[in-house]
């Protein structure tokens, strides 16, 4: 009796499908069925204790999950709306430039080539209350003469974070809508400006639309980076004082590897990945829509 | 005669009782025996490896070094060691604050050490390495604990001598109570420019800042049996301290956020009058490249609490053997070398602070000719005759973690010291049931 043979595409996929599920599908699958354990990092015995949806419900009723959900979805659309803004605004004066639109460029994209732990060392500096450059220029400048708690105060820290984020991340939607800037055709702005239109009304109806798919997939890529903050806000606040400035992850992690309970942080991570789901498919949504109304081939 | 005999032997055995615990004459001879260990790796602390070879040619053993990380690496790896049940290395490197998660990995070290080599220890030091009555380790010279550290120019300043004095009664020197801390920190502060003290604000540093208090306050972290007793009348004291000053504008706003970084920037930069802190910043802090207080530092020995118990929450760095060493002796042996009296010059020439009495004063000397360095030696050498350990539970870390939100929430005003220290109570006796 011959021994089955497999088919070609089978073989072919076998290794990329085997790969796939060692670095994916079982560390996802054993993640999953953790969560419905009352699993401790310092208790191996307990991954073997299925409590079933216990951790579910008590992050039903957490209300501090639930406070750092909101704030991590706040921080969403202020970061995400900002960096939106500012990129756009960067692409296109990028694109205006006629000469060192290379060294701009690159220029552009360096805040993204320093590690984010980093970024969070330098801003929890700059916003020092005491020895803080912030607080420093404010004070020379004669606009206080009191030194602002930065880091302290809830609604400040909010925005010290989100400074920082959309610091070191406003390039990825600046780099990416100036790719869409110079894909797109001239004719059409021409024709707009042969037809008398304002610079107004030719960036909004002739620029934007093309540079729409873009800023969608600048947003879903950076949706899903805000989404899983931690760098940044761990080194500038580690989610204090008191809880002030605590994000989804920060909170993870703190379950996780702090009071080493590990199978409720993973629960909590899996409905935090229900927030990162809902973003990607409403951007999905938008970008297709975006394509049909400009009829791109891709 | 047969009494007499019974009590001659009896002195005989009594006199060889302690050459029996002297077991053996250090290094000793240990010719084909491998001794595998891990050990702490990091430029601070491999200098003193090249020891490692000089011990291997006078015992004739060699040792096999099977690991060397960072201290998080090295924890995650034994605890890891310990769940397999696949200890098969006979030396590793040792902290006291982490000392107490690794129950029964190490033996006890008094049988195999002679007992002299032992008392040449500072006796905290080797409480510290105590534990449930077990010697499991012996100190190396990396051992921290804070002292005081003060802006000179403030206590030489006749104006604010006599503001002071007309304002509390007492003389303005270098405080020496954690009262007068508070008192003198709330006359010196200025704010925005001008802070009295600080202190670390979240993470383990204000735990710890926080259990060094309670215990000068004359209060208990954990009761006999394991469970909190932080939430006492000498704990809302303790946290009081913090609070209070926070109140009163004396600390910098921020200081809830602080950790060591940002309080070494912060003394640095001649914003803060009075700063504890540990000795890594001695140099640092005289450094005119570094710090706007070059010249003007004082350091003393940390202050008492109302208890007359001073603060003094320090660790160290050791080296243990395990409990299933096949060959405890040569093991101890080398544990014994690397904290040998050369071995902790050799370390503490380039800083780190020892933990044998006879080092100390050999570095003091050695400071002679430098005033700064000599001043900095000798209040950490006082201080380290007050230091005492984290508290001996291996849940530590996890009630370090659930505490200090509660203790930000009480230094921000959002609960009162009681509040804040009974909901943390309740947190960290959950940790502990479920530890």
Redesign the interface.
Known sequence: MKAPRLSAPVLLLTPAVIVLAAVVLVPLALSLYSSFTSF?L?R?ASFFNVIWFDNYLSILTNWDFWVAFGRTVLLLTVALNLEMLLGLGLAMLVERATRGQRVLRTLMMFPMMFSPILVG?QF??MF????GVV?NAL?SLGLT????????DGTLAFIAISIAEIWSSTSVFAILILAGLLAMPKEPIEAARVDGCTPWQTFRYVTWPFVMPFAYIAMTIRSLDVARAYDIVKIM??G????RTELLWTLVG?TAY???RMGMANAMAYVSILLSIAFTYYFFRKLAAARTQIGAEW | MTKLLAGVSAGVIVLMVPGLAAAQELPGKFAGVTIEAKLIGGQQYEGLYNRIAEWESATGAKVNVVSKKSHFELDKEIKSDM?SGNITWCVGSNHSSFAPIYEGLYTDLTPLIPKAEIDAFVPGNIAASTIDGQLVMLPRAQFDVSALYYQKSLYTDEAKKKAYKEKTGNDLVPPDTWEEVARQAEFFAA??NF?GT?FA???EGVVGRFYEMLIAEGGEYLDKDGKPAFNSEAGVRALDWFVNLYKAKAV???T??YVW??LG??FA?G??ALNLDWPGWAGFFNDPKSSKVAGNVGVKVQPKGSSGKRTGWSGHHGFSVTESCANKEAAASLVWWLTNEDSQKLEAAAGPLPTRTAVWAWDIEQAKSDPYKAEVLTAFQEAAQHAFPVAATPAW??IS??I???L??A??G?KTSKQALDDAAAKASK?LE??
Request: proline residues 11%.
């Open positions: 401790r310092t191996p060392f929890k500096f020092n209350d005491n020895v607080n004070q003469d009191a030194a602002i708690p930065w880091l302290i606040t580690d204090g004082p008191a809880g703190r702090g009071d080493a | 769940a704010p925005p802070y600080q604000g979240k993470d910098p706003a921020g809830t956020n970084d940002d920037a912060g930069s914003t803060i870390t996890e973690n659930q200090f939100p509660e930000q929430a230094i921000l959002d940790v479920e530890f």
